[in-house]
């Protein structure tokens, strides 16, 4: 069992470049969501989905673009990258039903240089 | 705006030690609240999730109890281990939102 899976693990952009980061998770979780993660400041969330075809901002969507067209992917672009988007970006899924939820399960992560 | 905080930030000690990890949040009204354990380099890894129903969970050496009156939340380490050294992160899910605001995070060293 795969759980999320995240790639690539190490990626460098230079300023202006373009690039997608894949996300996809094998447990059938209706709800996927992207997360940024800078040192000393928490976990910051960019986009989540709710189900295929259903995406919405989080917190820090600026500069990202998602798109949802399966259960099972959830990418994340970003357009053209800037220094400000150098960070840790963690994937993660979680089964969410009425009047219940699981715990929420992540990705190892990618980190993200812009230079 | 909800917000959530652990303090302290970091926290040495000596193996064998019984641990309290503190959380607190500033709304009430949440849906559930997770711990979570992330060592370093690696993704977030969910330790305990407590349903605003519920008082408390437990696993294994772990116990985490929740007061949504005074918004907080404890998670406690029973004889800590080396191991346990990482990063501990609360988050809570936001009744209503689908989304979790998450802690800055305390971390842990235990020393041999």
């Known amino acids: 069992n795969a759980g999320v899976t995240q790639t690539p693990k190490f990626r460098i952009l230079k300023i202006g470049q373009s690039m997608t980061l894949q996300c996809t998770q094998d447990m059938n979780h209706n709800y996927m969501y992207w997360y940024r993660q800078d040192p000393g400041m928490g976990l910051k969330l960019i986009y989540y989905?709710?189900?295929?075809?259903?995406?919405d901002k989080g917190e820090v969507p600026n500069g990202y673009n998602v798109s949802r067209s399966t259960t099972e992917d959830f990418p994340l672009r970003l357009e053209l990258a800037a220094p400000s988007q150098t960070s840790v970006y963690f994937c993660?899924?979680?089964?969410?039903?009425?009047?219940?939820?699981?715990?929420?399960?992540f990705g190892s992560g990618t980190q993200l240089s812009v230079l | 705006k909800q917000e959530v905080t652990q303090i302290p930030a970091a926290l040495s000690v000596p193996e064998g030690e019984n641990l309290v990890l503190n959380c607190s949040f500033t709304d009430s009204a949440i849906y559930n609240l997770q711990w979570f354990r992330q060592d370093p380099g690696k993704g977030l890894t969910s330790l305990l999730l407590i349903q605003s129903s519920q008082r408390e969970q437990t696993s294994g050496r772990l116990n985490a109890s929740l007061d949504k009156s005074s918004g907080r939340s404890t998670l406690y380490i029973a004889a800590s281990q080396p191991g346990d050294s990482a990063t501990y992160l609360c988050a809570v899910a936001q009744g209503g939102s689908e989304k979790l605001v998450f802690g800055k995070g305390m971390k842990l060293t235990v020393n041999p």
């Open positions: 989905s709710v189900g295929a075809g259903i995406t």
């Open positions: 993660a899924s979680s089964l969410i039903q009425r009047y219940s939820s699981e715990r929420l399960f």
